[in-house]
């Protein structure tokens, strides 16, 4: 798998180059013909691996008949069954490396690069359930294309020491912010109006930079005793549940990144152009399918991450919680300018996020010293410092795509003209990256 990672870029450099030259006798249609076959053969091999892993396999909705119908009894059928993938693995992408020396045009060579590296990827996890280990940046780099910097603790202690001006009270800093933001928790019965106006709201900004297609739409659920605070269940037909966890309290701001983040431009409206354009459009099989832990959650969560920044720009945010939001919850505005700097500091605590997950996940921290860390410099209740360990047990090294995931895209975005001078740029961009098949490290290219 480490071979093929530097073959890669020998293959995107074949394909980047070959346009100008004498082609081998493909043509595009050809060529297409020959990715299709890869491709079903990638969805029904995912789909397979998802036996093994019930989180593995984030949607599908693709032919019923692709399903797998062997029966797993045994350990040894589980291993043989991982052995055989692993070789169909390597033939699918022995058949990509092939392909790769013909020429093809822009959206036919991402479409290569993504399988390719979603293929990787499926090597990985096969070599994950076969019980082989990664260290944490190996894992990253192995499942999502990508690894998470690393700061100096000073680094945080610098953010801590600002807030720490910033909040009143006595006690831990992490004590004082639970207790300063407990002004801003939604009332329990208020929570689907406050969400509703806020998805209300995202859609409304969003549909007038992005056509979607007739009949999109969503339903919101309202669940407990989940690892996460919020989910989107693609369920094809550009239809999505979104899931909200109510377990902890749910904060003024949460409900807009939440709204956004799930629905609208994010993970939402991100399935649903996949399939207009890449699926229904072209027939793109591939897309039918998410395998969750792949390099498409890094693109999935860094745009759904994102998008606070294109749909309230400067302080849309706080001007559209202080008008509607916090009426609808029934809370007092005199300290929500204050709440949203403090919030806005906090962000910048993210990547500490990331440094417990490693070190938990590396063997060098104790469940207890890594919840201490994220109490200490996330500034998390209890109660949220047990929700993420539980979180980063089940979904490990995944934690990398939120933050991460989003400073690729933001850059992305950036280095293309898409700032704030710009704004059109920036949903163009956006647009562009939720219609086309990308990669975290393509995006870096
Ligand atoms: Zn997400």
Redesign the pocket.
């Known amino acids: 798998m480490f071979i093929r990672t530097s073959i890669i870029l020998l293959i995107t450099a074949i394909l980047f180059s070959s346009c100008s030259k004498k082609n081998s006798g493909y043509t595009n249609d050809k060529l297409d013909g020959s990715m299709n076959n890869i491709s079903e053969n990638y969805v029904k091999l995912v789909l397979k691996l998802g036996q093994l892993d019930k989180n593995y396999v984030d949607a599908y909705y693709g032919p019923k008949e692709w399903r797998p119908d062997d029966r797993l009894e045994t350990k040894a059928d589980s291993l043989n069954m991982l052995n055989s993938c692993d070789a169909w693995a390597d033939t699918l992408l022995n058949r990509l490396e092939e392909l790769g020396k013909n020429k093809a045009d822009e959206i036919q060579r991402l479409r290569y690069r993504f399988l390719y590296k979603q293929l990787l990827a499926v090597k990985a996890k096969i070599f994950m359930l076969k019980g082989g280990t990664f260290t944490f940046d190996e894992e990253s780099k192995a499942l999502y294309d990508a690894v998470s910097p690393e700061y100096p603790e000073e680094h945080y202690r610098k953010i801590l020491g600002q807030l720490n001006l910033m909040l009143p009270g006595e006690g831990s800093l992490s004590k004082r912010m639970n207790e300063f933001k407990k002004s801003f928790i939604i009332p329990k019965d208020k929570i689907d109006t406050v969400f509703k106006a806020a998805i209300e709201k995202c859609r409304t900004v969003t549909l007038r930079h992005i056509k979607l297609p007739k009949g999109e739409n969503f339903k919101v659920e309202y669940v407990k005793d989940k690892p996460w605070s ?3 269940w693609y369920k094809g037909d550009y239809f999505s549940l979104i899931q909200v966890n109510t377990d902890l309290p749910i904060y003024i701001d949460r409900a807009i990144e939440l709204a956004a ?2 629905g609208y431009p ?2 939402h409206v991100y399935n649903t152009l996949l399939e207009e354009n890449l699926v229904k459009k072209r027939g793109w099989m591939e897309f039918t399918v998410y395998p969750l832990f792949s390099p498409q959650s890094l693109i ?2 860094g745009t ?2 994102y998008v606070i920044d294109i749909v309230f720009p400067g302080e849309e945010k706080v001007k559209f919680a202080k008008e509607v939001l916090f009426p609808l919850a029934g809370l007092d505005t005199s300290k929500a300018d204050e709440y949203f700097d403090v919030l806005k500091l906090t962000e910048k605590l993210s990547y500490a996020g990331n440094e417990a997950a490693k070190n938990y996940l590396d063997g060098k921290w104790t469940e207890g010293k890594t919840k201490n860390w994220l109490e200490k410099y996330l500034l998390m209740s209890p109660e949220r410092a047990a929700q993420r360990i539980k979180f980063i047990q089940t979904y490990r090294s995944y934690v990398i795509n ?1 933050n991460l995931g989003q400073d690729i895209i933001k850059n992305f975005i950036v280095n293309h003209g898409g700032t704030d001078k710009n704004p059109e740029k920036k949903w163009e961009l956006f647009e562009y990256l939720l219609t086309t098949p990308q990669t975290p490290s393509g995006l870096k290219e």
């Open positions: 919020g989910y989107n983040h799930e994010g993970h999935s969560e759904a991450n939120y």
